[in-house]
């Protein structure tokens, strides 16, 4: 498709905002774009509702952590990043307090492991064979 040209963004529903903006943040490494709250009820969202727009330091597609869709549960979606090391993401990651839920695994497609964020999200850290 010549029009659309990337990924830019994806909602991701959350429990409790200010704890997952955290791990994102202090476990993960995101920056943090915007951090909005409606402060009056606006387009069918409640006043009250909120959402974090956060990246990656190299950029790319936007994580917006959500709390404005009543139809988006939390602990609900699979996610991949990708790493040129996973031996050192891994040490890295544990060494923040990030809890595996899978060790590293060697497969014709590339190495990875997995872990949680607090609402249940999975995420899984490739080191793609490419």
Same mark, same amino acid.
């Given at each position: ?9 994806? !909602? ?5 905002m200010d704890e997952v903006k955290e791990f ?6 995101? $920056?943090?774009?915007?951090d909005f709250t409606y402060d009056k009820a ?5 006043? #009250?509702? $909120? %959402? ?23 602990g609900g979606m699979k996610l991949y990043l990708?790493?040129?090391?996973? @031996? ?6 544990? =060494?923040? #307090?990030?809890?595996?839920? =899978?060790?590293?695994? !060697?497969? #014709? %497609?590339?190495?990875?492991? #997995? ?5 249940? &999200?999975? %995420?899984?850290?490739? @080191?793609?064979? &490419?």
């Amino acid at each position: 498709m010549k029009t659309i040209d990337k990924l830019m963004m994806f !909602h991701m529903a959350v429990s409790n905002m200010d704890e997952v903006k955290e791990f994102y943040t202090e476990m993960l490494g995101f $920056r943090v774009t915007n951090d909005f709250t409606y402060d009056k009820a606006q387009a069918g969202v409640p006043a #009250g509702s $909120r %959402w974090i727009s956060m990246e990656l330091p190299g950029g790319g597609t936007s994580i917006n952590l959500t709390n404005v869709f009543e139809n988006m549960k939390p602990g609900g979606m699979k996610l991949y990043l990708s790493t040129p090391d996973i @031996e050192a993401a891994y040490k890295e990651l544990t =060494a923040k #307090g990030v809890k595996p839920t =899978a060790e590293i695994t !060697h497969a #014709g %497609w590339g190495t990875s492991f #997995g872990f949680n964020d607090p609402d249940g &999200n999975q %995420w899984l850290v490739v @080191e793609s064979k &490419n």
